[in-house]
C-alpha cells in the first residue's frame, strides 16, 4: 500500500515542514535572490498565501540553519550560512480591541527578547524598548540584527471603521516600525508582511526606503503556486483526482485552474494557484471552496456594508489606474482597493495606452464565494439558504419552469428594506446581478448592463432564456424591448427554445409584480 504523501495544511513553520518530511514547493532560489541583493522589505499579498510560512524560512535561513535547506535550490547558492539574531513578530494572533491590547502584543515580545538582551528599558515605551533591543544586540553580539513582523496590519484593519482608534493605532505603529530607520546602521534584513497596503503611507512614512516588493515581476510568484510548480510537485495527488473524478491528468489541471488559478500580481507575470486551497483539495480528494470558507475578513464586510459600490461592475470586471493598488486611506466611498488587496479582485492585463489595470475574479472558488457571501446584505435570504435556491433556479429552468423560477426569484427581493426609497433601482439591480451571476455555476448565464443587450441571458441544454426587467414599468414594455432590439438574434442559430421573459418591478412594493413568458 503507497504512503500517503504529507500535505503542510495550517503548518507555517518551515522547521516542522523540513524535519516532518512534509511537501515543500522550493522557493528558495528567490530567497536567496532577496536577502542577497537588499534589505527593507515589503510585501502585500491576500490572506493564507503563505505569507507566515516565507517569514519563517527567512528566520531559519538568517538563523544559519543549513541542515533544513538540504535538497533545495539555496543549497547551491549559498556558502556562508552565517548566523544572524533575529526578531520575529506576529500580529496576527490576538484580537485588538483597543490600544492596551496592540500594547500588551508588543510587550509580550519585548519581555521575550529581554530576557535574553537585557531589560535596562523595560519602563519605557516600546519603540524605545525595541530601539535598545537593537543597539544591544549588535553590541553583544558584533552581528547586526534581523527583523521580521508578519501581518503588520492587523491591529489597523480590526479599526478600519473606528476613526480615534485607527488614529491610536497608527500613532503606536509609527513609532514602533519608525525604529527600523533610527537603527538601520544595526541591522542585517528586514522583511514585512500584510495584506493591505492602505496603512503603508501613514504608519511607514518615517520609514521610506522600504522595497516594496508587492507588484515586481521578479517576486510575483514568491507566494502562491505556479502551474509548473503544481505539475512537478503534486503530480500523484492530481492522479488520485482524477481516479476519483474519472478525469485525465490534464482534464483534473483544466479544473484546477478554473478553480483555484488566475491571481496576477503584476501584469507580466504567470498566474499563481490559491496555496490554502490546492492542499486542502489534495488532502481531501474533493473539489471544495476551501479559501472562501476560512471566512471572510470582518473589515471587508464592515466597508461593504456601509459602501453603495455597484456590485455589477464586480461581475463585469472593470478598470483602474495605478492608484487602486497603492491606496493608503479606506474609504467607503470606494472600497475596490481593499476588495483587490484582499484577494477577491486580480489584474487581468494592462492596457500601455491609457494606463489601465483591468481587475476581475481570480477564479470560480473566488467569483461564486464572493457573490455567495454578498447576496444575503441585499436580500433577507440566508447565507445558508442561497446555495439551496441557486440549485432550484438551475433545476426550475432546465425543466423549463419559468414560473416556478419566477416566483422562487421573488424570495430574494422580498424584505428590500424601506430606507432605500431613493435607491431601489440600484439594490434590485443588484439583486438579479448577482442571482443570475451565480447561476453561471450550473448554466452558462450572461448578465448585462450595458444598453442594446438584454439585463440576462439564460442557456440550458436545450433552450435560451432572455430576461428583461423594468422598475414601474410594465412586462409588456419589457417583452416589447426583447423584440425590439433584437435581443434574441444572436441565438438564433443556437437551435433551441427560445423563450422570452419581461419582468416589471414595482418601486412600491419592492418586488416583482408581474411578468409575462413567451416563446
Not at 45 to 62: D, H, I, M, N, V
Not at 137 to 148: C, F, I, P, R, S
Not at 186 to 203: D, E, N
Not at 238 to 260: N, P, S, W
Request: aromatic share 16%; charged share 25%.
Amino acid at each position: 500500500m503507497e504512503l500517503v504523501r504529507k500535505l503542510p495544511i495550517g503548518i507555517q513553520t518551515f522547521e516542522e515542514i523540513r524535519k516532518g518530511n512534509y511537501l515543500y514547493v522550493d522557493k528558495t532560489t528567490m530567497i536567496y535572490q532577496i536577502v542577497n541583493v537588499g534589505k527593507p522589505y515589503f510585501l502585500s499579498r491576500p490572506r493564507r498565501f503563505g505569507k507566515s510560512l516565507l517569514l519563517s524560512t527567512f528566520e531559519a535561513y538568517f538563523q544559519g540553519r543549513k541542515d533544513l535547506f538540504q535538497g533545495l535550490a539555496i543549497e547551491k547558492l549559498e556558502t556562508k550560512w552565517e548566523e544572524y539574531p533575529v526578531f520575529h513578530l506576529d500580529l496576527n494572533a490576538r484580537k485588538y480591541e483597543t490600544v492596551a491590547d496592540l500594547t500588551a502584543m508588543l510587550n509580550q515580545y519585548l519581555e521575550r527578547w529581554e530576557s535574553k538582551y537585557g531589560t535596562e528599558k523595560k519602563d519605557r515605551s516600546p519603540e524605545e524598548r525595541f530601539a535598545y533591543m537593537i543597539e544591544q544586540v549588535y553590541m553583544q553580539t558584533g552581528k547586526q540584527a534581523v527583523v521580521l513582523i508578519d501581518e503588520y496590519d492587523k491591529p489597523l484593519l480590526q479599526a478600519l471603521l473606528d476613526e480615534s482608534l485607527l488614529a491610536e493605532y497608527r500613532r503606536t505603529l509609527k513609532a514602533f516600525y519608525g525604529v527600523l530607520k533610527s537603527s538601520d546602521r544595526y541591522l542585517r534584513f528586514v522583511f514585512l508582511t500584510g495584506v493591505t497596503k492602505f496603512a503603508q503611507v501613514s504608519v511607514f512614512s518615517d520609514l521610506n526606503q522600504l522595497n516594496d516588493i508587492s507588484m515586481k515581476p521578479a517576486y510575483a510568484t514568491l507566494c502562491g503556486i505556479t502551474k509548473d510548480e503544481l505539475v512537478n510537485t503534486f503530480a500523484p495527488e492530481i492522479e488520485a483526482l482524477g481516479v476519483k473524478y474519472e478525469q485525465t491528468f490534464d482534464e483534473i489541471i483544466t479544473r484546477l485552474t478554473f478553480m483555484y488559478d488566475g491571481y496576477h500580481f503584476e501584469e507580466t507575470a504567470p498566474g499563481v494557484f490559491n496555496p490554502f486551497s490546492l492542499l486542502n483539495v489534495f488532502d481531501s480528494c474533493k473539489f471544495g471552496n476551501y479559501w472562501f470558507q476560512t471566512g471572510t475578513p470582518t473589515y471587508l464586510v464592515d466597508l461593504l456594508k456601509q459602501s453603495d459600490y455597484d456590485l455589477r461592475l464586480l461581475v463585469d470586471g472593470m478598470e483602474v489606474d495605478a492608484s487602486a493598488f497603492s491606496e493608503y486611506r479606506a474609504e467607503v466611498r470606494n472600497p475596490l482597493p481593499m476588495i483587490y488587496q484582499s484577494g477577491y479582485l486580480t489584474i487581468k492585463g494592462y492596457d500601455k495606452e491609457v494606463f489601465l489595470y483591468p481587475l476581475g475574479f481570480p477564479n470560480d472558488e473566488v467569483r461564486y464565494g464572493f457573490l455567495n457571501f454578498l447576496l444575503p446584505y441585499y436580500t433577507e435570504v440566508s447565507s445558508d439558504e442561497t446555495g439551496f435556491h441557486i440549485a432550484k433556479f438551475m433545476r426550475e429552468l432546465r425543466k423549463g419552469e419559468v414560473d416556478a423560477f419566477m416566483e422562487r426569484l421573488k424570495i430574494f427581493f422580498a424584505g428590500i428594506p424601506y430606507e432605500l426609497s431613493d435607491n431601489t433601482e440600484r439594490h434590485y439591480q443588484a439583486i438579479f446581478y448577482v442571482v443570475f451571476a451565480l447561476l453561471g455555476q450550473f448554466v452558462k448565464t450572461e448578465v448585462r448592463s450595458a444598453r442594446g443587450r438584454a439585463d440576462a441571458v439564460v442557456k440550458t441544454q436545450d433552450a435560451v432564456y432572455v430576461f428583461e426587467f423594468k422598475l414601474n414599468g410594465s412586462a409588456e414594455e419589457a417583452l416589447k424591448q426583447i423584440d425590439e432590439k433584437g435581443y434574441l438574434i444572436p441565438y438564433t442559430l443556437d437551435g433551441k427554445r427560445l423563450v422570452k421573459v419581461g419582468v416589471n418591478f414595482s418601486k412600491e412594493t419592492r418586488n416583482i409584480d408581474r411578468y409575462i413568458v413567451e416563446e
